[in-house]
Nanobody, 126 residues
Framework: VQLQASGGGLVQAGGSLRLSCAAS????????MGWFRQAPGKEREIVAA????????YSADSVKGRFTVSRDNAKNTVYLQMNSLKPEDTAVYYC????????????????????WGQGTQVTVSS
């Protein structure tokens, strides 16, 4: 499975971006997917995760109410809508996919994922 993330860029504080992650070479529609981010000098952290059906999701406290994760299984694609962006959201954002049947609580962990995208840079200026 290959994951291609896109949609990053430079935006002013308060602005919005929509990240996309398209999967190819296999189907991920039956498994949860996640978005992680890593800022310079910091560890990678979970941003959001979504169940295979899209019916259940998880968002980190730092982005709750601002970011929304969704997916389109027909397109093998997961999205991260980011609103009200803050400078502290600046990071490289990675999407990840697993091929294991996991509950959403386990999908919060980066060790749950088998495949990772290349990352897309998000920079929020103040």
């Amino acid at each position: 499975v290959q994951l291609q993330a896109s949609g990053g860029g430079l935006v002013q504080a308060g602005g919005s971006l929509r990240l996309s992650c398209a999967a190819s070479g296999g189907t991920v529609s039956r498994y949860c997917m996640g978005w992680f981010r890593q800022a310079p000098g910091k560890e990678r952290e979970i941003v959001a995760a979504i169940s295979w059906s899209g019916g259940t999701s998880y968002s980190a406290d730092s982005v709750k109410g601002r970011f929304t994760v969704s997916r389109d299984n027909a397109k093998n694609t997961v999205y991260l809508q980011m609103n009200s962006l803050k400078p502290e959201d600046t990071a490289v954002y990675y999407c990840a996919a697993t091929t294991r049947n996991l509950i959403i609580g386990v999908c919060r962990r980066d060790g749950s994922y088998d495949y990772w995208g290349q990352g897309t840079q998000v920079t929020v200026s103040s």
